[in-house]
């Protein structure tokens, strides 16, 4: 089973499974050199759960639990904490219904969930009782929500709306009353913003691609620091905002990535993902698609990314590593091995 590491308050936390399918464990440490066992967490589960994330809200923390289906993973499972130690999960049913959520983040004011369909989204303070947001508003017409988090300015939401009246044939937008009927219809990225998860404004993203058919995701790059992702055909756009309301749009070439691994942390020649301790934000990337090969990091400065050089032991590509950033440094963890990447003297 998985590990995954974040660093939260003073210390940071560990958090994986293990003694089968249903036992949660956690770790600790202040420094990421010398950790302490925290308590475990046996679940009703029948399938094997992966800890892939532990988010920093307002009132603890809360892990989220992913299980592997039909080539595909969601969340099966949270865990809320109220220091780090000590771990409760949460009655999935009581908080969600039926439903089947896809993700779940967060950031200092709550977290976020959303479903599979992108018909769905619930917020949370303490990750225990979930609020479900009202889409039907006239704020979320013709929408599809595909990913949500918060950050110090609030809740946001990324997803996609309804192009009325156009539809695509071949890759143009046509009349839909031509005949026969083209589809699909075209749609066009989109933002939403809310200071309280109950009142929620649509924001505007300046030069969004109207296309058949738009994948969106949304990440916190730092607490006061967000980017959204449009990603079609391998094309890229991307938008950065400090207040959830006003976005811009980051200059091509895009070196910012979102995180589009399923196999692990920067374990591809084109996957990434980036993490956060609210201060600070690492984006790690593999360099090519073999197991052993190097790993690149960049971090995250008001005027993009800035790529940092390596030396030393460092942590190679690998599905089974998880990474954290904290004031020590960067921390990788890896089948019981720990590296730790300290800033240069320089």
């Known amino acids: 089973m998985g590990i995954s590491i974040q660093f939260v308050w003073d210390h940071y936390v560990g958090a994986g499974s293990k003694g089968g399918l249903n036992t949660a464990t956690t770790t600790y440490s202040a420094d990421g050199v010398h950790w302490h066992a925290g308590t475990g967490v046996t679940q009703e589960t029948n399938d094997p759960l992966d800890i892939r994330g532990v988010f920093e809200g307002p009132d603890g923390l809360l892990a989220v639990e992913e299980a592997d289906h039909c080539g595909g993973s969601w969340v099966e499972g949270l865990l809320t904490s109220s220091d780090g130690v000590t771990w409760q999960a949460v009655d999935m049913r009581k908080a969600f219904g ?34 479900s947001v009202k889409l039907d508003s006239p704020a979320f017409a013709s929408s599809r929500i595909d990913d949500g988090t918060a950050f110090s300015a609030g809740y946001v939401l990324a997803g996609s709306t309804e192009l009325t009246g156009a539809r695509s044939c071949g890759g143009g937008i046509v009349d839909p009353s031509a005949s026969p009927t083209p589809t699909p219809p075209l749609r066009v990225p989109a933002v939403w913003w809310s200071s309280n998860g109950a009142d929620w404004v649509k924001a505007e993203l300046p030069g969004a691609k109207v296309e058949p058919w738009i994948q969106m995701s949304v990440q916190r790059l730092d607490d006061h620091t ?120 320089d």
């Open 98 to 131: 039926n439903a089947v959520i896809w993700n779940v983040s967060g950031g200092s004011p709550g977290f976020v969930a959303t479903d599979t369909v992108g018909q769905a989204v619930w917020t949370s303070r303490d990750g225990q009782n979930w609020q």
């Open 226 to 345: 967000l980017a959204a992702f449009d990603y079609y055909d391998d094309a890229q756009h991307v938008w950065v905002s400090n207040d959830g309301r006003t976005w811009k749009p980051l200059a091509q070439p895009v070196t910012l990535l979102p995180f589009i691994s399923d196999s692990g942390c920067g374990m591809g020649e084109h996957d990434s993902c980036f993490k956060t301790d609210g201060q600070h934000g690492i984006q790690i990337q593999g360099l090519d698609g073999r197991d052993g090969s190097p790993i690149s990091m960049s971090t995250w400065t008001d005027g993009g990314l800035v790529a940092l050089t390596q030396s030393g032991d460092q942590p190679r590509q690998d599905p089974g590593t998880d990474w954290a950033v904290g004031p020590t440094g960067v921390v990788a963890t890896y089948l019981g091995r720990i590296w730790i990447g300290l800033p240069s003297s």
